[in-house]
């Protein structure tokens, strides 16, 4: 997998965090540390200013396999904030246990 050009200072997450499916990326997120989770999310934030308004020049059902890999990148970033800004923790404290949730496949 690879990003595309500008986007490079990336790549070294490219492989751990650019995930595919909704579950899988959940999962990830629940068997992250917070420290984890943390220096992925500092690494992309600043980064999604400029991800956001790349991926908007193309059709999802269209995307390049590098466009999609920042797609993926972007979404673990989204599945990373809440536990990171709101819940402190990779799970969701006080919630329902994460096993009780089924996440189908879209």
């Known amino acids: 997998m690879t990003l595309p050009g500008g986007f490079d200072d990336l790549e070294c997450w490219v ?3 650019a995930i595919g499916e909704e579950a899988a990326r959940n999962r990830k997120r629940l068997a992250s540390s917070l420290d984890q989770l943390q220096a992925y999310y ?8 400029a991800i956001i308004p790349h991926l908007n020049q193309y059709s999802l059902d269209a995307l390049a396999p590098a466009e999609q890999t920042l797609l993926e990148m972007a ?10 800004e709101i819940y402190k923790h990779p ?7 994460a096993e009780r949730f089924h996440i189908l496949p879209a």
């Open 15 to 17: 492989a751990e965090w």
């Open 42 to 49: 500092n690494a992309l934030l600043p980064r999604m200013d």
């Open 75 to 84: 979404l673990m970033f989204m599945e990373v904030a809440p536990a990171v």
């Open 91 to 97: 799970d969701v404290p006080w919630g329902f246990v």
